[in-house]
Structure formats: C-alpha cells, structure tokens
C-alpha cells in the first residue's frame, strides 16, 4: 500500500486503484495506533477515487524532522575519505564507518523539504554539489518503522571536505532535501536486493546514472531508529534517511536545469530539476 499527500488530501494506493483518506491530517497518520489497519480498511470500504490523477503529489510530510544517517555505505565511506584527505578529515569517516555508535545528523524541517516535481537547489557559495539518493523510514513518535520512501540528501561536497564542522552547512540549507513520491506503508524490512537507483540528465541526456542494493547498506535500519530516539523524542514521529550508497565521479558537480531521477523499486521515483 503506497500513502500520498497531495494537493487535494490524501490518497491511499491498493492494487493499482486509489482511495480517499478521510483523515484530513498527515501528522494524525502518523501517529495513528495502527495505520496500516486503518488504510485497509479504507481500500477494503469505499469506492475508488477518479480524481487522484489530478491532484499535485507534495512531499509526504506534516511536522515531522528529517534526520540522516552518514557513512553507512563502503561507497560513501571511500568518497569522503577522499574528499576530506587535504583537509585531514578522511580519518572520520573510516572510525564512523567501522564504530558502533552511527553517524546521525539533522537534515531538514518541513519547510526546507521539496516534493516530487519541486526544484532541489544547490547552495550559491558551493562549488562541487551532488544528490545524494537515499532509502528514507518514516518512524512514528513511538519509534516503530511504519514506511519508506525516496529521498534525496542534497550535499555539498566541497563545503563538507574543507572542514568536517561545516557539515551542517553543506547538508542544510533552502531546497536541500527532497522527499517522495509516496510512503510505502507497513513495517515489513525491505528485502536486501531492493535496487535504488539514481539518474541525472543535462540537457536531456544522461550525465550520469549509478545503482545499488540495500545489501551494500552497512546498518540496520532498526539500529539507526534506535539511535535517533536514545534520549530524544518526537511527537510527530520522524523520517531517517539511511545514506547514500551512489556517489557520482569526483569531477561531476550538478548544475541548474539538472534533472535528477531516484528510483527505489516498490516505493517509485522522486524527480526534481535543480533550480
Ligand atoms: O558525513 C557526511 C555525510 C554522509 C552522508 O550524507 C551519507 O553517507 O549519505
Ligand atoms: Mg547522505
């Protein structure tokens, strides 16, 4: 079952056809006791909607904190390795690699988040910028994983390795996280050859595409929601985006007019275009 906010309310997804949510708010659904018996039982009740087709799609998200994970794929570990080595972080990152204790950070308040089809911006003063295409939890305020979707932890690369302290820099800023196109509701854990897959075309050709597997992502998605809500807490529940495991080659920096695709199989994908 895939879960939408849009431009005309919610909408669930069931066997190809969508239903109405009478629930009007998304942070209710949330923290609903059981949300994935109540979508149910709304697509196992009411009649299909016709109008889900002309609905704006907007990001899947109410009050709630986005958080990441960092340095959770070998690919992610080697790149910032590299990046940082001038500046003499690249250490960092092998110790959070291998440590027990995860790399977590804040990403993003509602307002800062871009919805399928919205610009994604990358920051004036950078100059090497990438997406970075994440496997994202939505954790309800309990801490029970209750779906995934598709996000984009815009980064930039140049800010990050001059200094390991301006990360928050490089990581958080207006447009500089996208969520989308749905949440994929239940609890199940994902399979391990789930692909997630990232294309960015210039000028309507491909300029670059990468893939992997949820088998290359190092930690548990259970241990990261375990560490983010140790002594912390979140009445609206929280996302969790798990790292990037596709890293483009060190000479491609996005560009506005980018278009960017990141395609996570049973969720769907996220396309924004740089600003
Ligand atoms: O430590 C820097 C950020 C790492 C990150 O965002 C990732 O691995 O996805
Ligand atoms: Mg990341």
């Given at each position: 079952m895939r879960l939408y906010r849009t431009s005309n309310g919610q909408y669930v997804e069931d066997g190809g056809s969508y239903?109405?949510?009478?629930?009007?708010?998304?942070?209710?659904?949330?923290?609903?006791?059981?949300?994935?018996?109540?979508?149910?039982?709304?697509?196992?009740?009411?009649?299909?909607?016709?109008?889900?087709?002309?609905?704006?799609?907007?990001?899947?998200?109410?009050?709630?904190?986005?958080?990441?994970?960092?340095?959770?794929?070998?690919?992610?570990?080697?790149?910032?390795?590299?990046?940082?080595?001038?500046?003499?972080?690249?250490?960092f990152y092998d110790r959070v690699y291998s440590a027990e204790r995860p790399e977590l950070f804040f990403k993003s308040t509602p307002h800062r988040v871009a919805g399928p089809?919205?610009?994604?911006?990358?920051?004036?003063?950078?100059?090497?910028?990438?997406?970075?295409?994440?496997?994202?939890?939505?954790?309800?305020?309990?801490?029970?994983?209750?779906?995934?979707?598709?996000?984009?932890?815009?980064?930039?690369?140049?800010?990050?390795?001059?200094?390991?302290?301006?990360?928050?820099?490089?990581?958080?800023?207006?447009g500089s996280c996208a969520l989308g196109p749905c949440v994929l509701i239940g609890g199940e854990p994902l399979p391990a050859d789930t692909p997630i897959s990232l294309e960015i075309a210039r000028n309507g050709r491909t300029e670059f595409a990468g893939s992997t597997t949820l088998r290359e992502l190092k930690r548990a998605p259970d241990t990261l929601v375990e560490y983010l809500f140790r002594d912390n807490s979140f009445p609206f529940g929280a996302f969790l985006m798990t790292g990037t495991g596709i890293v483009p080659p060190d000479h491609f920096s996005l560009a506005s007019g980018d278009r960017i695709r990141i395609a996570i199989d049973p969720i769907g994908t996220l396309e924004n275009n740089v600003a």
């Open positions: 239903y109405r949510v009478p629930e009007p708010s998304w942070d209710a659904l949330v923290t609903h006791g059981d949300l994935q018996g109540y979508l149910l039982s709304i697509a196992g009740k009411s009649e299909p909607a016709e109008d889900f087709s002309q609905a704006k799609i907007a990001a899947p998200i109410g009050s709630q904190e986005v958080w990441a994970a960092g340095v959770t794929y070998y690919r992610s570990r080697s790149a910032r390795m590299e990046e940082a080595k001038t500046a003499g972080g690249g250490d089809g919205d610009d994604v911006r990358i920051r004036k003063d950078a100059k090497w910028s990438v997406p970075e295409p994440e496997l994202t939890l939505l954790v309800n305020h309990r801490g029970q994983i209750i779906g995934y979707t598709a996000g984009n932890d815009m980064s930039s690369r140049d800010i990050e390795g001059e200094n390991p302290l301006y990360l928050p820099q490089a990581k958080v800023y207006t």
